[in-house]
């Protein structure tokens, strides 16, 4: 296994829409662990394989609490194929937005139909933090991201912020009006 780098906004290839995988094979699944392991380093609850770089239809996930035994799931190209009409609001972050969280809406459940790390096809019916990870990461494979979902001028904000410390070499600092995420998991 490896780390991986995880790309950091403004870099563009966080907007390619990525690739249907053709084969479940040694290849892939080489990948798989590596974003497994890339993801709990950060640490994160999930994590797109453009994130490091790969455009592949590929993403980990780890809802597990902390005091919980790990949970890993992997979703080989996913696709939404039912979303609930209502929706729900969660305090979403991004390991490619590093500090940076915000309120998103979406739909409070979907469907997804997937192939697992054997490239046998699943289906999962998601409520809650499980809808709202799966909808995020789906959005990575997209090229879209959770900024997207807000309003422009706080969107717009976030780019010049990410921009201007891309420029400098340096880290972002936090927003002033940041808050530390509120959905700490365990
Ligand atoms: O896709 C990513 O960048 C990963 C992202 C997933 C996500 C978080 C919140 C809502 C939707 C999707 C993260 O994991 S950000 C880090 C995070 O939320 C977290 C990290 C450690 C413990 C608990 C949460
Ligand atoms: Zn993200």
Redesign the pocket.
């Known amino acids: 296994m490896a780390l991986r780098d995880?790309l950091i906004l403004p870099d563009k290839r966080l907007r390619l829409k990525s690739e249907p995988v053709k084969t479940v094979d040694r290849a892939l699944r080489k990948l798989i662990d590596d974003l497994f392991e890339t993801?709990y380093a950060?640490?994160?609850?999930?994590?797109?394989a453009i994130?490091v770089g790969v455009p592949q239809r590929v993403i980990t996930m780890d809802l597990a609490k902390k005091d919980e035994p790990r949970q890993p799931q992997v979703f080989i190209n996913p696709e939404i194929t039912w979303k609930a009409d209502e929706h729900s609001t969660?305090?979403?972050?991004?390991?490619?937005?590093p500090e940076y969280y915000e309120e998103?809406t979406r739909p409070a459940a979907v469907r997804v139909k997937y192939l697992d790390r054997d490239g046998k096809p699943q289906e999962i019916d998601a409520t809650g933090?499980l809808a709202?990870?799966l909808q995020?990461?789906i959005d990575?494979t997209n090229g879209v991201l959770?900024i997207d979902h807000i309003s422009k001028l706080k969107r717009d904000m976030v780019m010049k912020k990410f921009k201007k410390a891309a420029k400098k070499g340096e880290p972002v600092k936090p927003l002033a009006e940041d808050k530390e995420?509120s959905?700490?998991?365990?």
Do not use: D, R
Request: hydrophobic share 40%; net charge negative.
């Open positions: 995880i993801m950060a640490p994160g609850i999930g994590l797109a994130q969660y305090e979403e972050g991004c390991l490619s937005i998103v933090l709202t990870c995020h990461e990575h959770f995420p959905h700490h998991i365990g």
